[in-house]
């Protein structure tokens, strides 16, 4: 089709594709996105592929820059809103996949910031997902970590291991409780937020343990639940940095981990 006809369908287009942004934006509220219907408008002329020609004008256009700026701030200032990495978040993911659902592919309300491995993880498939502007789920702790010590040639290695918690007492409750472990599942997070400990662990072991080494345990207790506290205003309760925080401190804290285990952690470390 021609750039030109595009334009004019997509204009003519213009009042119907709103509508069904705000039955989108109902079905969300309502925790239906489901309830969206699949395919192409009755009567259409745009097929899946102009609707991703109009997406990519979106995307390159400078007339729409500032609109995309603005979606890519909108939830936790330019972090991805799945698994909140902070760079590399130059994406923008439809909600509800594109090739299901073409007339959604240029609406902001079915646009998340997201990094680029979240976004190819998702894939076309998955519809029983949060939408991250309508469901509220921070406020509710669903991750934890667990710390192992693992002993290698004598020297010992942090391993990290993420964990989905499920929760709900009402059916509303334990809906979102699915819908954010097929999310946590489906983009593989519990690995990614071992990874993602990985350069955490590196950057600050020999901090840490020099910490531990002049003033004690209870010292680096202390200064990890500092750090914690400036973290949490920078992430999520579900992030993989306040989970993993909490852990290490819990675990210098019971005994879980010794002293003298801990100054055997030995740096870089792996997963
Ligand atoms: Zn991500």
Redesign the pocket.
Known sequence: MKESELKKIYNTKEKILIQKEQNLKDNAKKSELNQCPHGLLPDDQLEIVDYKRLYEKFRRSKKTQSVREYLLNQISGNA?V????RSG?DTLDHVLPKSNYPYLTVSPLNLVS??S???SKKGATITNLVHPYFDEFNSRKFVSCEIELVCLSSKYHIVTKFNFLSFGNTLEEQRLSQKLQTTFNE?ELANRYSEYCVPIINENILKWQTELNLRGTQSLVDRLKDDLKALQSQYSNNSCVVPFYESLINSLDNGNISSADFLKIKSPTYI
């Open positions: 991805c799945y698994c909140e990495k978040n997201s990094c491995t979240c976004n983009l």
